[in-house]
């Protein structure tokens, strides 16, 4: 079910539950501010999420209230995790899915990272 990203934060969504340790996940980049694993579910040969620790429900609501700190955190992080992970060459793509008609699942905000085959058109017509 989509999430009305215009509701407060839920610290009992399933990222606020990966951050406190209380569910696994396979870290594939972490920093003060951000944490990058992969995704349960791939849909791409590489499919990483990252995902600032703090309490963000999607892109407007982190983009208001974060610090500039957590801010390049997590921008940096995407850039690092592609260079480092071998996917600029052939290339990657970043999507965040905020609220209702983008099919935002998890209402804590992160940044998919797709790559490892052609990905296709940008969005069905
Ligand atoms: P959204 O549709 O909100 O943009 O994406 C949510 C993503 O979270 C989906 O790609 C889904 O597979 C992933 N996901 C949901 N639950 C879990 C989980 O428990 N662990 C991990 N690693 N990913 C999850």
Redesign the pocket.
Known sequence: MPIDATQPYDDAN?FAR?LRGE?P??TVHEDEHTLA?????P?APT?I?VIPKGRYVSWDDFSAKASDEEIASLVRAVGKIAREGGLVQSGYRI???SGLN?????PHL?V?IFAGRPLGPMLAK
């Open positions: 399933i990966i569910l996940s396979k694993f992969n995704d349960i579910n849909l499919h999420l999507l965040a899915n983008s099919g935002q699942e998890v992160h998919h």
